[in-house]
């Protein structure tokens, strides 16, 4: 076993949920935003909103909804924390705090953060489609509830792990295996 693998993995593991851990309140933030203007873009009328409540929840609120029932909620902390899983494999490389490797995890963290978004709409979605009772029933088709419940059950199940794999390997080795592609094997 390489031993300094191991303890880049640790490290990295460890970093990574220290970041995720003290910065989540903000980052829930930020995402929620992000996904309810997202939201808001495609909706006629615009009725969602999404507010960051203080248990580090996120309350769905609908300008239709009467006012009142209650208002479903969601944890993005539940939805972000591949953050950890790619942080680890980031810290693996032979070199990780090399100016290649520190870029390719800023990239990763971008295309990760678009990922998180639209978890969050997949969630808010599937809470419109499959958990408001009749309302749900009345809104939205068979085929909509469908694809929105896969959809979030999907991302939660398989999609989270394997999009932290995909953006590391799709931002590190992906391009090391179009330079070595070309080239003659040694013997």
Known sequence: MDWRLALRAVAGFLIGLAIWTFLSPLYDRLVSSVAERTMR??????????????????????????????????????????????????????????????????????????????????????????????????????????VWGVSNHAYRLVLMYAIAFGIWWLTTLAPEAKKTKGKPRRR
């Open 41 to 146: 873009a495609f909706e006629k009328p615009a009725v969602t909103r999404l507010v960051p409540a203080e248990d580090n929840y996120v309350t769905v609120d609908r300008g239709d909804f009467d006012p009142r029932s209650k208002r479903p909620a969601i944890s993005v902390r539940d939805l972000t924390f591949n953050f950890i899983l790619m942080a680890l494999l980031f810290a693996t490389a032979a070199r990780p705090f090399s100016d290649r490797n520190i870029g390719a995890f800023l990239v990763a963290c971008v295309i990760l953060g678009i990922t998180h978004v639209v978890a969050v709409i997949t969630e808010v979605m599937s809470i419109y489609v499959a958990k408001l009772g009749p309302w749900s029933l009345a809104h939205y088709s068979d085929l909509e509830r469908n």
